[in-house]
Every structure is written in structure tokens, then in C-alpha cells.
């Protein structure tokens, strides 16, 4: 008796091991609990020099992996043996500060993102510059983007795409409405067409994001941005809150939008809402495609990408938003050849053809949009239409760009946490009141420091 | 000659004055590196502001800066969660450890490692499926059990009150556990002819209960609050698992959250540092108060 009790009950905890590593497994992909992601490139090669590299996203360490591979190829006298170390989001960063702060065990390359990128450009910074590498080819890529990791002139990180945001148009639901996309040409046609979405398919046009996704993409559309350029805080400007009232309009007068599953567009309940024809439209950047692909098979050959509606007082027609800057640190023991190496796996013309090919992202270096190697067949391709780049062109010179200030975080912060809430969820602040108090919280950290 | 050394060197570590040292010496080494050097640092960091390279002292500009209504908010989610928790963690496995030491359970052993297993799972998992569980989808299984029963669906992670119903239901889940066999081996020590006696006496179940168990469960119930309140004012984890850092008008923000999100994540070390040691004093003094009102330092014969 008693042996057979044992057995069940080994046999249910093996059961609920199992179960829950499961589970585990299916829902944190890109993120693995520890560093036991490795990937290594130049293993065999005698005399090459170690590189580490640290990301937080399993697809960008595959992607390195590679282009030292072909870097070994290509530059045998310079091999490298590259280590990349792929941690959990969250993790990675604090190890990274951690790492910068105590002035030891940082790697040689990090990719940071953007909205952590101020956090690493306080103090004396532990970047090394990369302006020998860009400043020569400067004309080539979109600056908008470049600037976005610069701080006193000087570019401290390598951006892995243009992120320029767009509408993703689900066509299906938008024929059963009516609604010619072409059509769409500023944000009132966009309201317009929204209405008669909801009212023939009783779906939402799109839904917004609680995050900053849900406002900062439309801020700087408009001409507008948290911090001016001078670094001043401009959260509660006036164009903000305009911005801030449409996308309460949309949400809570012409009830044409509603709020994002989940509450952001990375999340579980958010791609099984799309991949259902949830919605006929989000605009979200360029970079979103890999999510489609990945997460969303059902809407294959249905998805159709045209650039954002215009507002009738900006020429703005994209924003580049989210992203990943890819920094050099101090603590390397070989920064040049880091930097040599960062150069050819991004901010070459090949390295760029390959952040599209391999990870589907618009390349910042607008020359290769136009390149033969970009038209080459693949599941973007298969699965959207055949004039990605095309969008891109069209939108080049109207491309917005965004200030980042050592307090954005903070500002990110305050609207991940209390403006989208209380506004549009809530609503128990308007528009006005929610971005003047937030603004207020930052301006007292501000003050404070100076 | 060596042994004659080696018969010294014994003969001074077996003294009745060295011993009592020798054997709290590496809790004194591990404690002095692992807690008190870190914590006085706590402090020095808290009048600096520390940026790379660039540290410099700041007096008690950090200490002015806590006071305002994100700190409130933490303190007053961190000091509910704190109370219920302590509530239900303390009086459900009283409950359940009377029942799982009684005759009338049968499968003890499974109810124990069932009742245990939450708390030998990684709470990254256990976040994952309680998001999903409780996703705002009309879907997912709690708003289909509501539902069932006649409620609307609820958006649980939005929401002020059920923000806080799902931490305090996974910190259930994951320390019930735990105190039902701290509350098992406390239930253990009760001699069983007190039971009789009682019996013979005529006592009923809750006589019993009220006169023997209780007593008998005071130090482990005093144990067990002391530790619920101080792992209650440091959560973190049920909050961070259920919202990643930021959840909406900061429903589940906590003071150790709050530490986190101003410390690390926005590189504000210092800063960091003085809640940190803010959260100490509340700790500390809170801890203290319950101890004093509950006579845990008085001596046995008092």
C-alpha cells in the first residue's frame, strides 16, 4: 500500500514538473531564464581574438553568430572567436549597468534598448563613440535614427533598424467594410474609415496600447516629443495633449478603438486577438513584421503595410520608434576591433541587407532599400506584399525623429504606469490633467538633480 | 613535536571560553560580509548620487526627494498586502495543518506535498500561468469560472482590487505550504494526554482548540507573523511577475518594486538606496512593535 502511494504521488509530481516546464517554455521564448543561451562563432580558429557580446533577444544572437562567421571569412588575418550571451530582457540591462557602475565584467558589446539607452549615457559614459565608423557614411543612413543613441555629438550606439511606423491594414476586414486603405490619407479619413469598420463588421479599427506605444508614435508624428531638443521636458505641451485627446477620442467618443488586449502588443493575449481578425488595423513600426510571421500565421497573405495617416498640421508621415542600440563598452580590451566588427555585422551595406534578410528589419541605411539583394524573395515577403520597401521610399524624407533625454525613462515610466491608465482606462483624469501631473513628477526629479 | 602542537592547538579551541567562537564564527564571518557590510554601504550610498565614474555626496537630497505620492502608493499596497497576507497565511494552515494531523483525513502524505509543491515552483512559471489564468480575455479560466457563477468578465491587471486579490492569491498559493508545516511540526509538540484530559473534562472541539492548541501554537504563530510581516513589506516578485516592472496607475507597485524600478532600471542608485534604507526602519520598527505587544522577549517564568 504504502509503495504504491509513493508511486502516485512521485508519479504526480513528475507530472506537475513537467507540466509547468512546459508551460514555461512555450510562453517565455525570447526569453530564457539564464545565460544558458550561448551561441559561439570562430571556436576553431587558432589565435582568434575573444569577443563577448551580451543581447537580450534570441534571434539578434543567432544574427551575430552569423556575421562572425562571415567576418572570420573574410578578414582571417582579424578572426574572432565571438561569444553571445543571450539573458532575459530585464536581466541583461541591470547586469549591464551593474557591470559599467562597478567598472568590471562588462562585455565587449551590448545591445541596449532604446528605451534604456539614457539610463547608460549618465555620468562619464562607458560607451565607446562610434563616430569614425558613422560620421563618414553619415548621408547613407536615416540620421533620425543614428541621433537617437547620441549624446554631445557623439553616437554611442549602432541602431539595428529604422523602426519607421506604419499601418498594418488587415484587408480582409477592411473590404467586408468598404474601406479602400489607399483611401486613408490623414488621421480624420482614418476616423472616418473607422466608423464604418465598427459599424459593418462590429470590429475595432485598432487598439491602443496602455504602454507608450499608445502615444509617443503619434506625438512625434504630429511634430511634438516629451523633450525638445534643447533637453527641456515638453510632456505636457500643447500639441501632447491634443495628441493625447484624439487617441482618447478614438477610444472613448468615436468608440473605434479600444484597449489592447493584455494592454501592450507583445503579449500573449494581444497576438491571439490578432491572429482572430480582432482588429482591421494597428500601427505599430516596421520591426512588428517578425511578430506577424512568428506569432500571427493565420493573417499570412491578408496584412497589407501603408505608411501612418497624416495630421492636417505636420508633413511627418512616419515616426521611428523602439529599437536596439548596439554599444561598444570601455571595458573592452579590444575596442577597435569590436567596433571594426559592429561596423561589418550592421552598419555596412551588407551587414544592413542582412538585418533585413535575417530578421526582417527595416535597414537604417536607407542606400539599400533600392538594392537588388533587398527584392530577393523571403517570408515577408510571402506573407505581406511585395512593396514593403517601396512604403519605405515613399515616406524617406518625412520620417519624424525622437529626443531622448537622460529623464525619458522616467517620462516612459509615468506613461507605462499613470497617464494611459488614468485616461483612458480609468478615466478619471483628462488628457490635460494627466500629462500636466506626470509632467509635474518628472520636472520635481529634474529640479531636484540641477 | 607536531602533535604536541597540534594537542595545544585543540586543547585552545575545545575551551569552554574559545568554543562558544569557534562555532559561531562563520555565521558572524558570513553575516558580517554578506549582511552588515552591505548594509552599511546602503547607507553611505543613500547621501550619494552615483553615476559612472562620478560619485559624489548629496546629503540628504535623496532622502527629500522619497516623500511624495508613488511613495505613499507603495507603502500603503506593500502594508495591505503585508495585513493580508498575514491574515490568511497565518489563520488558513492553522486550519489545515489541525485537519491534516487529524483521523479523519485519509492521503495525508499527498495533501502535504500537494499543498507544498507551490512553493518548490520557480515563481517566474507560477507568474506566467496565473497571467493567463487571470488574463482579461473573456476566455481565460477565471472569467469563465465568474461567468459561470453570474459576473460580468473582469479585467484583473487593471483593476486596484484585484491587482492586489491576484498578489496576495499567488503569495497564498506559494507560502501555504510552507507555514502548514511549520503550524504540522508545532502540532506535533502538544502531548496528547493533554487532549484526554481534556475529554474527560468534557471540553467540545472548539474548547480544545481554544485552550490547548492555541497555547502550545503561540511561539510558532509569533515565528511565523514575524517573518510574514517582514517577507510582506519586501515583496516583489508577485508583483514584478504579474506586471514586468510597470503596472497601470501603479496598482501593484511596491516598496521593494519602487527600490527596483528607481535603483536599477533608471540607473538612480542612490536614490535606490534610501528607499531601501526607509524600508528597513519600517521593517524594523513594525517588527519590534508585534514583538513587544506579544511578549516574545519576555523570559518563559515571567
Known amino acids: 500500500m504504502n509503495k504504491k502511494m509513493l508511486s502516485v504521488i512521485s508519479a504526480l509530481l513528475l507530472f506537475s514538473v513537467f507540466f509547468l516546464a512546459a508551460c514555461s517554455g512555450g510562453s517565455e521564448d525570447s526569453a530564457p531564464a539564464n545565460a544558458d543561451d550561448v551561441k559561439t562563432a570562430g571556436e576553431d580558429i587558432e589565435d582568434a581574438t575573444e569577443l563577448s557580446f551580451w543581447t537580450f533577444a534570441g534571434t539578434h544572437a543567432t544574427f551575430y553568430a552569423n556575421a562572425a562567421d562571415r567576418w572570420n571569412k573574410e578578414n582571417p588575418d582579424k578572426a574572432i572567436k565571438l561569444t553571445v550571451e543571450n539573458y532575459p530582457f530585464d536581466q541583461m540591462h541591470n547586469n549591464l549597468l551593474m557591470a559599467l557602475q562597478s567598472g568590471s565584467g562588462a562585455p565587449d558589446i551590448a545591445d541596449i534598448e532604446l528605451a534604456k539607452f539614457p539610463n547608460f549615457l549618465k555620468g562619464d559614459v562607458q560607451l565607446e563613440p562610434l563616430n569614425d565608423l558613422i560620421e563618414p557614411e553619415l548621408d547613407s543612413f536615416m540620421e533620425e535614427r543614428i541621433n537617437i543613441y547620441a549624446k554631445d555629438g557623439k553616437y554611442y550606439g549602432a541602431p539595428t533598424h529604422l523602426g519607421a511606423s506604419v499601418v498594418y491594414y488587415n484587408t480582409e476586414i477592411m473590404d467586408e467594410a468598404g474601406v479602400d486603405i489607399d483611401s486613408i490619407k490623414t488621421w480624420d479619413d482614418y476616423v472616418e474609415a473607422g466608423k464604418k469598420v465598427v459599424e459593418k463588421t462590429g470590429k475595432p479599427m485598432t487598439t491602443i496600447a496602455d504602454n507608450w506605444y499608445g502615444i509617443w508614435p503619434y506625438v512625434a508624428q504630429k511634430g511634438s516629443d516629451f523633450f525638445n531638443e534643447n533637453g527641456k521636458l515638453t510632456l505636457d505641451n500643447e500639441k501632447n495633449i491634443e495628441t493625447l485627446e484624439f487617441i482618447n477620442d478614438l477610444v472613448n467618443k468615436h468608440k473605434i478603438a479600444e484597449l489592447a488586449p493584455g494592454g501592450q502588443y507583445h503579449t500573449e493575449e494581444f497576438y491571439g486577438f490578432m491572429n482572430d481578425g480582432g482588429q482591421a488595423s494597428l500601427v505599430i513600426p516596421m520591426y512588428y513584421m517578425k511578430d506577424f510571421t512568428t506569432y500571427m500565421p493565420d493573417l499570412e497573405g491578408k496584412i497589407q503595410i501603408r505608411p501612418m495617416p497624416k495630421w492636417s498640421d505636420s508633413d511627418y508621415q512616419s515616426v521611428t520608434m523602439g529599437g536596439t542600440g548596439t554599444a561598444v563598452t570601455s571595458q573592452s580590451e579590444h575596442v577597435e576591433l569590436a567596433k571594426e566588427f559592429l561596423y561589418f555585422a550592421k552598419l555596412s551595406k551588407e551587414g544592413n541587407i542582412q538585418l533585413w534578410k535575417e530578421l526582417g528589419f527595416d535597414p537604417p541605411r536607407w542606400d539599400v532599400w533600392e538594392d537588388p539583394a533587398m527584392r530577393e524573395d523571403n517570408v515577408y515577403y510571402q506573407y505581406f506584399h511585395d512593396d514593403i520597401f517601396d512604403v519605405l521610399l515613399s515616406v524617406k524624407d518625412n520620417v519624424a525623429g525622437i529626443q531622448l533625454s537622460e529623464y525619458t525613462p522616467d517620462v516612459l515610466t509615468e506613461i507605462d504606469s499613470n497617464i494611459m491608465h488614468k485616461v483612458l482606462r480609468e478615466k478619471s483624469q483628462t488628457p490635460e490633467e494627466a500629462l500636466k501631473q506626470s509632467a509635474d513628477t518628472v520636472r520635481q526629479k529634474i529640479g531636484d538633480q540641477n | ?302
Do not use: C
Open chain 2, 1 to 302: 613535536m607536531t602533535p604536541k602542537k597540534e594537542n595545544k592547538l585543540l586543547r585552545f579551541l575545545n575551551s569552554k571560553k574559545v568554543v562558544p567562537y569557534v562555532f559561531v564564527f562563520p555565521f558572524i564571518l558570513s553575516f558580517t560580509i554578506l549582511t552588515l557590510y552591505p548594509t552599511i554601504q546602503a547607507v553611505i550610498m543613500s547621501f550619494q548620487r552615483i553615476l559612472p565614474g562620478n560619485v559624489e555626496f548629496i546629503g540628504l537630497q535623496n532622502y527629500s526627494r522619497i516623500f511624495n505620492d508613488t511613495f505613499y502608493k507603495a507603502l500603503a499596497n506593500s502594508t495591505i498586502y503585508m495585513i493580508l497576507t498575514v491574515l490568511i497565511l497565518i489563520s488558513i494552515p492553522i486550519l489545515l495543518a489541525i485537519l491534516l494531523d487529524s483521523k479523519l483525513v485519509r492521503f495525508k502524505t499527498l495533501f502535504r506535498s500537494a499543498l507544498f509543491i507551490p512553493a518548490l515552483t520557480s515563481i517566474i512559471v507560477a507568474g506566467v500561468i496565473f497571467r493567463l489564468v487571470f488574463s482579461e480575455s473573456e476566455n481565460a479560466i477565471a472569467n469563465q469560472i465568474i461567468g459561470f457563477l453570474g459576473f460580468e468578465p473582469v479585467q484583473w491587471q487593471f483593476t486596484a482590487w484585484s491587482g492586489m486579490f491576484l498578489m496576495v492569491m499567488m503569495a497564498s498559493w506559494r507560502w501555504m505550504g510552507v507555514n502548514v508545516l511549520y503550524f504540522l511540526a508545532g502540532l506535533q509538540n502538544i502531548p496528547k494526554e493533554l487532549y484526554e484530559s481534556a475529554d474527560i473534562d468534557g471540553a467540545n472541539m472548539y474548547q480544545k482548540f481554544r485552550h490547548v492548541t492555541l497555547p502550545f501554537l503561540k511561539p510558532i504563530i509569533i515565528f511565523v507573523t514575524t517573518i510574514s510581516i517582514i517577507g510582506g513589506f519586501r515583496v516583489f516578485e508577485e508583483s514584478y511577475v504579474i506586471w514586468q516592472g510597470n503596472s497601470p496607475g501603479n496598482i501593484g507597485l511596491t516598496l521593494v518594486g519602487l527600490l527596483y524600478q528607481q535603483g536599477i532600471q533608471q540607473n538612480d542608485m542612490g536614490f535606490g538606496a534610501a528607499i531601501g534604507v526607509i524600508l528597513l526602519l519600517i521593517i524594523f520598527i513594525v517588527s519590534i512593535i508585534y514583538l513587544l505587544l506579544t511578549g516574545a522577549f519576555k523570559r518563559g517564568d515571567e
